[in-house]
């Protein structure tokens, strides 16, 4: 059976090389054939990276007991473990990474990241931005955007379309559970007022059977293609027109992809070797699938993925399968029982991590994809009565990795209990504007018109970190 989704599900938007020149002068999504043709030629230079794996941590992950340990703070706040040195001389993290600290000086932690509310919600981590409360309008932030704020993802497949045809430039890895988001309102790779032609690609919500197209020669899919042409004529009179800009897209695409093997060959984890699958932990040696290995093919999943073409892609990874929340799995909402929760969770956090920062270094691939890895907020300094710990959204930790950001280092501290910053508090949305700077996109000059037919910028008034660039 042949599955291709409409408007309101999974694939992403984008013209292939081919089909830009096809409509000569004409400006597609606000950018002109040159601008294209622009951004296309600095990657081939080398002078911006292919993409970003953004790796979600839902339920918010404990920063006191992962990259900012105090083992001097009295018992009811320094936990039970205690720091290991690293590769890096005065860096320390949690005991239970021992492969991360032994890659220290691949890595970036951020000890100070601020800007989240005490709200379950991963659309900080997918977009910089909150997803519900108006914001205060000012020159570059003109309130709320109808529509919603768009990910990463999204704006990577406005800005530049799909890096490779056949593969979406956006896909989602997460699972359809809500607790694998820890938002019930949309997915991580969200368009927002960029229009669904620019959503996600969502893996885990299409049967792979359906995404190549078996059976089907090249003349019968034209005949298809020319009946659906012209009922997209029809709708394109009678939609609003800020959707019907995305029908065509979405059968270009669906087509694009049903008639190349990348995306279906990227997800089929049998192609790969013993060795490699045991690197990551899918050897058996974590047989039991709820203590962990479904979550660590998503590590193997996001490598390949990217390799064969995407530009961004997101994951949640969990200890937990994800949708047991009634059985009172929560992810990284350890709200007790905190360390139990971590002696279980951290070792396969680190192994997942590590192989795949590992991997990407051996295929060549670490300085063109960068990695980011956080959740939505802080835990709180004081464990509780039942041994965990609560929100926590004054400060929360993030790792960063590859893109050819410079590494080694720790940016920002926390005070002496880790309850707020001490110094160099860091925005999300310095970090996303650093990883936007990386894919070759100027966040001081770069704004889409959201649907109110207002510009907005990508991150406010923020700025590329320094210390990364």
Same mark, same amino acid.
């Given at each position: 059976m042949l599955t291709i989704p409409g408007p309101k599900s999974r694939f992403c938007d984008g013209m292939s090389r081919r089909s830009w020149l096809q409509i000569g002068g004409l400006a597609m999504g606000g950018l002109a054939l040159p601008d294209v043709l622009r951004a296309e030629a600095q990657n081939r230079s080398g002078k911006q990276i292919k993409g970003v794996i953004m790796v979600l941590l839902p339920g918010g992950p404990s920063h006191l007991d992962m990259y900012d340990l105090k083992p001097d703070a009295p018992t009811e706040i320094r936990g039970e473990f205690r720091p290991i040195?690293?590769?890096?001389?005065?860096?320390?993290i949690c005991e239970l990474m021992p492969r991360l600290a032994g890659m220290t000086d691949k890595l970036t932690l951020i000890r100070s990241l601020v800007g989240f509310q005490n709200d379950h919600n991963t659309h900080w981590c997918s977009t910089g931005w909150e997803s519900h409360p108006a914001m205060p309008a000012s020159p570059l932030i003109p309130g709320f955007p109808p529509g919603g704020w768009?990910? *990463? =993802?999204a704006i990577l497949s406005k800005k530049f379309g799909p890096r490779v045809v056949g593969v979406p430039p956006c896909v989602d890895l997460t699972s359809v559970e809500p607790d694998a988001r820890f938002i019930l309102r949309t997915p991580p790779g969200k368009p927002g007022? *960029? =229009?669904?032609?620019h959503a996600g690609f969502e893996a885990d919500a299409v049967d792979p059977r359906n995404i190549m197209l078996n059976g089907v020669n090249l003349g019968r899919l034209g005949d298809r293609r020319a009946l659906l042409k012209g009922f997209d004529s029809f709708r394109q009179q009678v939609d609003e027109e800020v959707l019907a800009g995305g029908i065509d897209d979405f059968n270009r695409q669906a087509f694009e992809v049903l008639t190349s093997p990348r995306l279906a060959e990227a997800l089929d984890l049998s192609r790969e070797d013993g060795e490699l699958r045991s690197r990551y932990g899918l050897d058996g040696e974590y047989p039991n699938e709820r203590e962990g290995k479904t979550h660590l093919d998503q590590f193997l999943l996001a490598r390949r993925v990217i390799e064969a073409g995407a530009r961004c892609v997101t994951l949640a990874f969990s200890r937990w399968p994800f949708g047991r929340m009634l059985q009172g799995d929560y992810n990284w909402d350890w709200h007790k029982d905190c360390f139990a929760e971590a002696r279980g969770t951290l070792p396969l956090f680190d192994l997942g991590l590590s192989a795949l920062i590992t991997d990407l270094e051996q295929r060549g691939l670490l300085d063109e994809v960068a990695v980011v890895v956080w959740g939505e907020f802080g835990r709180t300094p004081k464990i509780n009565g039942n041994a965990g710990r609560d929100h926590w959204p004054n400060v929360a930790g993030a790792l960063l990795?590859?893109?050819?950001?410079?590494?080694?280092q720790v940016l920002g501290s926390t005070n002496r209990w880790g309850e707020e910053p001490k110094n160099r508090p860091v925005h999300f949305r310095d970090v996303f504007a650093s990883l936007y700077q990386r894919l070759g996109i100027n966040v001081a000059t770069t704004k889409f018109t959201d649907l109110a037919g207002r510009p907005q910028y990508l991150v406010g008034d923020h700025r590329p970190l320094p210390e990364l660039i």
């Open positions: 040195a690293t590769n890096v001389p005065g860096i320390e768009p990910s *990463l =993802g007022y *960029l =229009g669904p032609a990795t590859g893109g050819g950001m410079q590494s080694g």
